[in-house]
């Protein structure tokens, strides 16, 4: 069964860090591109950072810059999202997204290119 299965999520005072998980099942990460997503309450769902499946070249949106890290590991084949330094606009469900695409390069942001979706995971950030 293909599968991504988020973990990580929480809540935690703004300036706390929290790092989630992306794990898979049924199939082999090192070929996709893998994409962070979030959704806030009454927002759209936003791409937030992915990272290529050659080099692992990685990609952030503006807000996240020099806060957030995206990782992986194709050995755990799993992908990593650090984030630091958490603000309360940073609440949201996130979901990691898989593109079977080999390639230096991050799939496009757009949410209809990507195969596969997580459940999500949700992370508050409050005081």
């Known amino acids: 069964q293909v599968q991504l299965v988020e973990s990580g999520g929480g809540l935690v005072q703004p300036g706390g860090s929290l790092r989630l998980s992306c794990s898979a099942s049924g199939f082999f990460l090192d070929i996709y591109g893998i994409g962070w997503f979030r959704q806030a309450p009454g927002k759209e769902r936003e791409g937030v950072s992915c990272i290529s499946s050659i080099d692992a070249t990685t990609y952030y949106i503006d807000s996240v810059k020099g806060r957030f890290t995206i990782s992986r590991d194709n050995a755990k084949n799993t992908v990593y999202l650090q984030m630091n330094s958490l603000k309360p606009e940073d609440t949201g469900v996130y979901y990691c997204?898989?593109?079977?695409?080999?390639?230096?390069?991050?799939?496009?942001?757009?949410?209809?290119?990507?195969?596969?979706w997580g459940q999500g995971t949700q992370v508050t950030v409050a005081s």
């Open positions: 997204a898989a593109r079977r695409f080999v390639s230096r390069r991050c799939p496009s942001s757009s949410r209809a290119t990507y195969e596969y």
